[in-house]
């Protein structure tokens, strides 16, 4: 079955790092975008970044702009966000997300594809 298993989060203090990983399984990696949300208490889920099924192309939320950066290893099937310069408003729950639209990749046709990991948590503090 088609799983995502986000890990890496954890406390650290303002300033610090973290790199988040998504590891995917179940599924053709290599045909799907992938994408980083999060979603803080009482606030809704939010994109941080997202990267093309081929890592040509990424983009990012002005708030985390030259602070995060998304990356992925497809021979892996792994997603990665690195996080510099964490700052308290970071703090929420991470979330990694694969989509694939219908159509052909590589010469073979693929169905639609949209999931969630189970998210893991990053706490910025003192």
């Known amino acids: 079955q088609v799983q995502l298993v986000e890990s890496g989060g954890g406390l650290v203090q303002p300033g610090g790092s973290l790199r988040l990983s998504c590891a995917a399984s179940?599924?053709?990696?290599?045909?799907?975008?992938m994408s980083w949300y999060r979603q803080a208490p009482g606030k809704e889920r939010e994109l941080v970044a997202h990267?093309?099924?081929?890592?040509?192309?990424?983009d990012s939320a002005d708030s985390v702009k030259g602070r995060f950066t998304i990356s992925r290893d497809n021979a892996k099937k792994t997603v990665y966000l690195q996080m510099n310069s964490l700052k308290p408003e970071d703090t929420a729950v991470y979330y990694c997300h694969a989509e694939r639209r219908a159509g052909y990749y590589g010469g073979y046709y693929y169905t639609p594809l949209n999931h969630w990991g189970q998210g893991t948590q990053v706490t910025v503090s003192s």
């Open positions: 990267i093309t099924s081929a890592g040509g192309s990424t």
């Open positions: 179940g599924f053709t990696f290599s045909t799907c975008a």
